[in-house]
Nanobody, 123 residues
Framework: QVQLEESGGRLVQAEDSLRLSCAASGRTFIDYAMGWFRQAPGKERQFVAAISWRPTIIYYAESVKGRFTITRDNAKNTVYLQMNSLKPEDTAVYYC????????????????WGQGTQVTVSS
């Protein structure tokens, strides 16, 4: 079992920056690839970014490329999402997920999920 807890979400203005954190506990963190997803009201959960356990494989959604950066600190069992140049359309609940396999990291079939953290970007 892996427990995930996101933090860092809040209300910001357009063009601001924000860093989300996802702290993991339970099983060995380095065994898992990690991903960030988001879900806006009335919409499906969508992929944002993912990183393999040895951070050699990184994916981003086209909508966040060049603005968001995913990193992980295996010593701290934490994955981060640095978000720059935020836009109102980035408003959503952001979830982190942990996945044993490093394949299909952009899909929703992660093994564990956190409860999410709200990010609201005002124009």
């Amino acid at each position: 079992q892996v427990q995930l807890e996101e933090s860092g979400g809040r209300l910001v203005q357009a063009e601001d920056s924000l860093r989300l954190s996802c702290a993991a506990s339970g099983r060995t963190f380095i065994d898992y690839a990690m991903g960030w997803f988001r879900q806006a009201p009335g919409k499906e959960r969508q992929f944002v970014a993912a990183i393999s356990w040895r951070p050699t494989i990184i994916y981003y959604a086209e909508s966040v490329k060049g603005r968001f950066t995913i990193t992980r600190d295996n010593a701290k069992n934490t994955v981060y999402l640095q978000m720059n140049s935020l836009k109102p359309e980035d408003t959503a609940v952001y979830y982190c997920g942990a996945k044993k396999s490093s394949s299909r990291l952009t899909s929703l079939d992660y093994d564990y999920w956190g409860q999410g953290t709200q990010v609201t970007v005002s124009s």
